[in-house]
């Protein structure tokens, strides 16, 4: 069993940034693709990056490209995703995820990934 706990949401104003840690408990982190997904208010849950497990592969969503950065640290079994230049839209609860390793879809769908954390609300104020 997996556990994942995020930390690091809080509220910032635009062009802030803010640095979410995910601490993930269980022996498979350092082996997983690890995912960041955020969901807002009315809407749909939505990717916004992932990271393969050695931390030399990483995938992000057009609307955070080059704002956005995801890393890992294998030895705390800890993911991060940097968030800079932070704009009202960003505002959503932030996710991160442990991808199910027999499951080849991308990464950036939801169905395949295996475990989730609780979530950590992030507020843009303009």
């Known amino acids: 069993q997996v556990q994942l706990v995020e930390s690091g949401g809080g509220l910032v104003q635009a062009g802030g940034s803010l640095r979410l840690s995910c601490a993930a408990s269980g022996r498979t982190f350092s082996s997983s693709t690890m995912g960041w997904f955020r969901q807002a208010p009315g809407k749909e849950r939505e990717f916004v990056a992932a990271i393969n497990w050695s931390g030399d592969n990483t995938a992000y969503a057009d609307s955070v490209k080059g704002r956005f950065t995801t890393s890992r640290d294998n030895a705390k079994n800890t993911v991060y995703l940097q968030m800079n230049s932070l704009k009202p839209e960003d505002t959503a609860v932030y996710y991160c995820?442990?991808?199910?390793?027999?499951?080849?879809?991308?990464?950036?769908?939801?169905?395949?990934?295996?475990?989730w954390g609780q979530g950590t609300q992030v507020t843009v104020s303009s």
């Open positions: 995820a442990l991808k199910d390793p027999v499951n080849v879809i991308s990464w950036s769908l939801s169905r395949g990934y295996k475990y």
